[in-house]
């Protein structure tokens, strides 16, 4: 049985490519009412609540004062006569990508797809797609502060190659062992899937490197699941844990099998960071804040849509990047 012929195939080829672009642009708005409800930034910011305050002063006392060219309703602060937007004090600001744009951006990175990819499958430069991964990283910088594990903890470190201490002739100057050109990371979660990825410097980790990095994140009097690591004392000592250990051996079965979750999650930072080839390093934390971050939404998806739930954090935090 031959198929039917699309009725409306004839009038979109008819259409000038002015025309065209205006039925795509039409259609993406369509997609975007269809699954989020709105079709701009400030529709959406006025879903979630966000409220119109100065970034200049803080004062939430203000009067309407127009429109910008973009059409994004101006507030003028009563307290110190500054003109802003919604969305002055966010990520937003001064934003010329569009909003359909910007959430298929967003819903890359939330399967943590390269640059180069995205760049690709959005149409859009280099630097637009690296400006934009810097902002979105902006807003969970501070994330994994107020992170705390309780009850029972896993504990371990992982390590990368720092390939700027490397250089260019990294393959001759590689170590063996735990040595300085290693980047140690220390992992942690809790039996509530809590977790935290935090760098803790170079090389194998002092026992107060550990405290230092740790302490703020674990509550005490938790139990600590960890491979008896010498480092681990002072953390243990200091915020009264109780230690549960299980010596590294890879042929034993106690081990494997106390030792999965914590095992598993080294082992999935790992894979996350090599998919960023030629990630600087000095970003590598901004990229653990954001798989943490992630890992909290996925983990709460059943309560909150992913991609709606990020989206609104992104619109609610008011913090703004600017560019280096």
């Known amino acids: 049985m031959s198929k039917s012929k699309n009725p409306i195939e004839d009038f979109v080829f008819s259409l000038s490519d002015d025309q065209f672009q205006l039925l795509i642009d039409s259609v993406d708005k369509r997609k975007d009412k269809e699954m989020y409800g709105f079709t701009s930034l400030e529709e959406a910011a006025f879903k979630y609540g966000r409220k119109p305050v100065c970034p200049h002063c803080g004062s939430i006392n203000y009067i309407m004062n127009g429109h910008t060219p973009s059409y994004r309703k101006r507030y003028r602060c ?10 002055s004090d966010s990520i937003f600001n001064s934003s010329k990508i569009s909003f359909h744009k910007l959430t298929k951006y967003i819903q890359l990175m939330t399967f ?6 995205c760049m690709e499958i959005l149409e859009i430069t280099s630097n637009t797609a690296n400006l934009w991964r810097k902002k979105i990283f902006q807003t969970v910088n501070d994330y994994q502060n107020n992170l705390i594990l309780k009850d029972r903890v896993w504990l371990d470190e992982t390590y990368i190659e720092d390939y700027k201490i490397l250089g260019s002739d990294y393959k001759e100057k590689r170590l063996r062992g735990l040595s300085r050109t290693k980047i140690c990371i220390v992992v942690a979660i809790d039996s509530y899937r809590n977790m935290i990825a ?50 590294a051996d890879c ?9 999965a979750l914590i095992n598993n999650m080294c082992g999935w930072i790992k894979r996350y960071i090599w998919r960023f080839i030629g990630m600087d390093v000095d970003n590598l934390q901004s990229y ?5 971050y992630l890992l909290r939404c996925q983990r709460d998806n059943n309560k909150w849509k992913k991609n709606e739930r990020i989206l609104r954090h992104l619109l609610l935090e008011r913090t703004r990047y600017t560019r280096k």
């Open 78 to 87: 009563l307290d110190c006569d500054c003109s802003y937007t919604l969305l």
């Open 112 to 117: 943590n797809v390269p640059l180069k990819e």
């Open 198 to 247: 935090i760098i803790c410097g170079h090389g194998k980790p002092s026992s107060t490197r550990i405290y230092k990095t740790v302490k703020n994140h674990i509550e005490p009097n938790s139990t600590i699941i960890h491979d008896g690591e010498k480092a681990h004392n002072k953390l243990i000592q200091e915020l009264h844990l109780k230690s549960e250990v299980y010596k």
């Open 251 to 259: 042929k034993d079965d106690n081990y494997l099998n106390h030792m």
């Open 288 to 292: 653990l804040n954001w798989y943490v």
